[in-house]
Every structure is written in C-alpha cells, then in structure tokens.
T-cell receptor
Framework: QQQVKQSPQSLIVQKGGIPIINCAYE??????FPWYQQFPGKGPALLIA?????SEKKEGRFTISFNKSAKQFSLHIMDSQPGDSATYFC????????????FGTGTRLTVIP | DSGVTQTPKHLITATGQRVTLRCSPR?????VYWYQQSLDQGLQFLIQ???????AKGNILERFSAQQFPDLHSELNLSSLELGDSALYFC??????????????FGEGSRLTVL
C-alpha cells in the first residue's frame, strides 16, 4: 500500500509556466515532508522540505504548500525552466526517530523551451 | 556529487544467481539506507543501518540481506534472483539515525538487470 500518493504521473509545461505536483497521505503521524528532485542517471537530491507547523515554505522558485487538515501537500515551481525537467518525488516520515522515508511514485516534469 | 559511491553502476545476471551491491556513504555519515526503484513502485525502502547495526526494515524480501561494516560501507546481497528483481537500487546516507531530522544523500544507483 502506497503511504504517499502522488499525482500527476507526468507533466508537460511551457517555459515560464507553474507546474504543480500534488501529494496526499493518510498517516497523521507524519511530521516531515521533503521533496526530492532526480535527473536522469542520478540519484534523488533534496529540493525542499516542510514540517506541519507551517502552511507554506519557499526556497527560490520552489514552494511547498501544506494543508494539514486535508492531509495534502504540493510543490509549485514558479517561472519553470527547461533545466527543471526532472522527476520529482514527494516523501513523508513519521515521528521522532523515524527511520524511514515513504516516497510517492514520482512525477516526470518536462519544461518545453 | 552527493559523496555517496555505489558500485557497480550496471549489472546483468541470470535468474537464480546472487549479486552483491556496494555502497560507501559520505564521510562522517553513520546511517545507510537501501532503496529499490522500479518504474511502477517508485522508491521503496528496503533497510537501514546505523553505525553497523540494523535500525529499520522495510519491504525487503527474505532473499535479500544487507550489512554495514566497521568502516561504515554497506553491502546489499540479492540471491535467487528473479526477473522481477530487475530495478535500480539506491543507497543513501545521512548523519543522523532518523530519516526525519535531515537530508538523505543518494548515490547514483546500481542498475540490476535479471535475464
């Protein structure tokens, strides 16, 4: 059973567009929600992360929106660039001392010049 | 470059065989995680070691085993291989024991193809 559900599976946007990737979870014990970016042939790398005490976090052109009551969080990429073309994974981890990150199934983003 | 080194990068073998994947974590990182990435399942957590001891187990098959050595490198052993074991196997490392207290640094993966 997938602990974190991610959509869409793939996304194509024009340069300058704002792709949005959504994730949902059921486990209310989750308290850490990172996003990882993976380029072809490379391992995932941490992009940005949020904890449930805030509803939004921005780092450069990347923003996480978090809705605790709906158990959903999303990644927005402002002014998207062809270099942002990659696979994006949301993830979640529960409680203090949690040893595991549960990953979504990934979204393949293509930004067309 | 994440600082995590995985070998081999590619491996092709036959069903029923056994392979060993190796991971060297970033300098100073005590935790090593193993993940399996397949097209339809995304990243699936297999197992975690911290400073030589097993800390958590995920969806790891009984045919698979792992260990972390005193120099902190880790090996993932896959035996009695089946076609369905074909996947990318990632190793990640972190300083802390808990996955929710910091960043996991991933290697570039070992691509296993079972024919």
């Amino acid at each position: 059973q997938q602990q974190v559900k991610q959509s869409p599976q793939s996304l194509i946007v024009q340069k300058g567009g704002i792709p949005i990737i959504n994730c949902a979870y059921e486990n209310t014990a989750f308290d850490y929600f990172p996003w990882y970016q993976q380029f072809p042939g490379k391992g995932p790398a941490l992009l940005i992360a949020i904890r449930p005490d805030v509803s939004e976090k921005k780092e450069g052109r990347f923003t996480i929106s978090f809705n605790k009551s709906a158990k959903q969080f999303s990644l927005h990429i402002m002014d998207s660039q062809p270099g942002d073309s990659a696979t994006y994974f949301c993830a979640a981890s529960e409680g203090a001392g949690a040893n595991n990150l549960f990953f979504g199934t990934g979204t393949r983003l293509t930004v067309i010049p | 470059d994440s600082g995590v080194t995985q070998t081999p990068k590619h491996l092709i073998t036959a069903t029923g065989q056994r392979v060993t994947l190796r991971c060297s974590p970033r300098s100073g990182d005590l935790s090593v995680y193993w993940y399996q990435q397949s097209l339809d399942q995304g990243l699936q957590f297999l197992i975690q070691y911290y400073n030589g001891e097993e800390r958590a187990k995920g969806n790891i098959l009984e045919r698979f085993s792992a260990q972390q050595f005193p120099d902190l490198h880790s090996e993932l052993n896959l035996s009695s291989l089946e076609l369905g074991d074909s996947a990318l196997y990632f190793c990640a490392s972190s300083v802390s024991q808990a996955a929710n207290t910091g960043e996991l640094f991933f290697g570039e993966g070992s691509r296993l193809t079972v024919l």
